[in-house]
């Protein structure tokens, strides 16, 4: 008699048959894009470290029409990582009772991206009127 063969579910694409969890690793995938920008910014931290001409040089590099390019793209790419991290908040978080009722998860949202705006908004203001 013949063993049979065990069964082997396939692994390819998974993650493209829901939508759930298209969106999962899209929000996943931002990550990355996080890595790239802390690198970005660390590699200006050295050259500051390595002097003045160094730093302006690094500077230079990031008024060039590609890094502006790539910090657009970083910056849409930044807003749906946002998004999605404040969208999911109210799941990952106990329930919030305020005055003996639930605070609905539109409302955390909401919260969670005007403060993520305000805190923007603040910082451009801080560092908009610096001299270069």
Do not use: N
């Not at 302006?56 to 910056?75: F, Q």
């Not at 799941?91 to 919030?96: A, D, E, Y």
Request: a positive charge; proline letters at 5%.
């Amino acid at each position: 008699m013949a063993a049979r063969r065990p069964y082997v579910r396939p692994m390819d694409g998974w993650w493209r048959r829901d939508r759930f969890f298209l969106k999962y690793m899209a929000r996943e995938l931002t990550a990355f894009f996080v890595v790239a920008y802390a690198l970005v910014l660390l590699a200006g931290v050295i050259r500051l470290s390595q002097g003045r001409g160094a730093f302006e040089g690094w500077l230079d590099g990031l008024r060039s029409g590609w890094s502006v390019a790539l910090h657009l793209v970083l910056l849409a790419v930044f807003l749906f990582h946002t998004y999605s991290w404040f969208s999911i908040m109210p799941k990952t978080m106990p329930p919030l009772v305020v005055s003996g009722h639930r605070v609905p998860a539109w409302a955390i949202t909401a919260a969670g991206l005007a403060c993520a705006g305000v805190a923007s908004i603040a910082l451009f203001l801080a560092f908009a009127g610096r001299p270069r």
